[in-house]
């Protein structure tokens, strides 16, 4: 069965930076659209980023552009999001979520949480 397994979260301070993995199984990574969704606490999901299958085309929300860097290695089945200059309000649960038929999120990950504090 489809299994998406994050990493990499942890406790960071503010203009630090984090490298999040999602190790993908239990389908053809390659075909998939691929992104991260974040929740900050309190809050409801927010979209992050989307990776084409073959990773040549991303899209962002405006708010982490020029900071976060999704890629993929898709020889090792796996997702990345590299986060720079991490703000406070960057502190969220950071899932990883796989785009099936129709646009819709339809596999997720645990989650990994990153918190941005001094």
């Known amino acids: 069965q489809v299994q998406l397994v994050e990493s990499g979260g942890g406790l960071v301070q503010p203009g630090g930076s984090l490298r999040l993995s999602c190790a993908a199984s239990?389908?053809?990574?390659?075909?998939?659209?691929m992104s991260w969704v974040r929740q900050a606490p309190g809050k409801g999901l927010e979209w992050v980023s989307d990776?084409?299958?073959?990773?040549?085309?991303?899209s962002y929300v405006d708010s982490v552009k020029g900071r976060f860097t999704i890629s993929r290695d898709n020889a090792k089945n796996t997702l990345y999001l590299q986060i720079d200059s991490l703000k406070p309000e960057d502190t969220a649960l950071y899932y990883c979520?796989?785009?099936?038929?129709?646009?819709?999120?339809?596999?997720w990950g645990q989650g990994t949480q990153v918190t941005v504090s001094s």
């Open positions: 990776i084409k299958g073959d990773g040549g085309t991303t």
């Open positions: 979520a796989r785009r099936g038929s129709m646009w819709a999120f339809d596999s």
């Open positions: 239990g389908f053809t990574f390659t075909i998939y659209y």
